[in-house]
């Protein structure tokens, strides 16, 4: 099956549920902070319906938030070629979205997180430090919400720290 109809699958299959369980999800605009609850919990469930959402939203950071979602996905799912799968996309995706807006401190965030758990065998770690610095000299710009995820993210990652980032 065709990775583009597959995910196409998926996300309609996702957003049916959403429309019959909670019909007010759909309409609901994007919930950066509902974004990075989803992306810490890893539910499948959640991250399904969060690309739903996503994949239905208005936003300029559709592509790199897609992505990030799709790779967290992959770490999430049981079969080794759908894990491949979802990384590659969502690989394609963040990335694209990286090349076209390389200043987003955001995407570089999203990236970090994405490579300081991807496994080894996928070579997704090239960018590592160079994200870290990024985030911590953009990070006074960044919205609340991405602060305080950052913030939280940096409690157990390996190149972000609590007291590299004044709230």
Known sequence: MNV?????FLTLASSTSLR????????????RSAFYAVMVSGDLKGLN????????ASIPEKKAYE??????????VKIPADKLRF????????????????TNGEYHFL??????????????????EVDAQ???????????????AIIEYSKSSRTLHPDQFDE
């Open 134 to 148: 990024y985030v911590r000299s953009t990070f006074k710009n960044l919205s609340p919400v991405v602060q305080h």
């Open 49 to 56: 319906e969060e690309l739903a959402i996503v994949g239905h």
């Open 4 to 8: 583009t109809v597959l995910i196409a």
């Open 20 to 31: 019959a369980d909670r019909p007010e999800q759909v309409r609901q605009n994007f919930d």
């Open 111 to 128: 990236r970090l997180t994405i490579q300081e758990h991807a496994p080894r065998i996928v070579r997704y770690y090239k960018d590592l």
């Open 87 to 102: 990384f590659r996309l969502g690989h394609i995706k963040l990335e694209s979205a990286l090349s076209k807006d390389s």
């Open 67 to 76: 992505g990030a979602l799709l790779m967290r996905k992959a770490g999430e």
